[in-house]
């Protein structure tokens, strides 16, 4: 990691994951200081039924504030905003996030796909992308969009993750930045902080 410094400032993280990506979630966020520079936006494949369970558990568990996601809310450094189960995460030029229920892709509402892909849009740049744990292909074609979009992708270490499908698919077909396991991430992550 030390030969590929960071040396961007960077507006939005974004977290994409599945199966098993909760257990690297909660292996992460408690350990990353409240005072955040940028914000911090988690899209994870969750049951249509789970409304509150995810927010409420990441919130009990981290110093970074959650909050909540309804459309048109403003992205602001310093939070965490979790996409809610069943609706697509959108990032809109006025720096709002928005929330769309059309059709499922790679069988998810929220797909990892369609906000990375969104947020490389708006962000370009000032983005990275980390790919964690799941059993799907989804987040490969947005990580490609983040990086075509001039930003940093990441991707767990598939011997690290609990499924390691989704990594090793995204490994296979693209370029990372960085391959990290758990507890790189959480260190790559404070790195950011401090610029």
Known sequence: MEENKIINHYKVVIIGGSAGSLQALLQIL????????????????????????????????????????EDKVK?????????????????????TLSLDTSEKI????????????SAAEIYGRDLI????????????????????????????????ADMPFMPNNA????TPDFVLSTEEILEFIKQI???
């Open 30 to 69: 408690p350990f990353i200081e409240d005072s955040i520079s940028f914000a911090l936006v988690i899209v994870v494949h969750r049951k249509s039924t789970d409304e509150q369970t995810l927010e409420d558990l990441i919130a009990l568990r981290s110093k970074i504030k959650v909050k909540e996601v």
């Open 75 to 95: 992205l602001r450094t310093g939070f965490i905003y979790i996409a809610p189960s069943n609706y697509h995460l959108l990032f809109e030029k006025d720096e």
């Open 106 to 117: 790679n069988y998810s509402r929220p797909s990892i796909d369609v906000s990375f892909e």
């Open 129 to 160: 992308g980390i790919l964690l744990s799941g059993s799907n292909s989804d987040g490969t074609v947005g990580l490609k969009a983040i990086q075509a979009a001039g930003g940093k992708i990441v991707i767990q270490n598939p011997l690290s």
């Open 171 to 174: 490994i296979l077909h693209t």
């Open 193 to 195: 902080n401090k610029l």
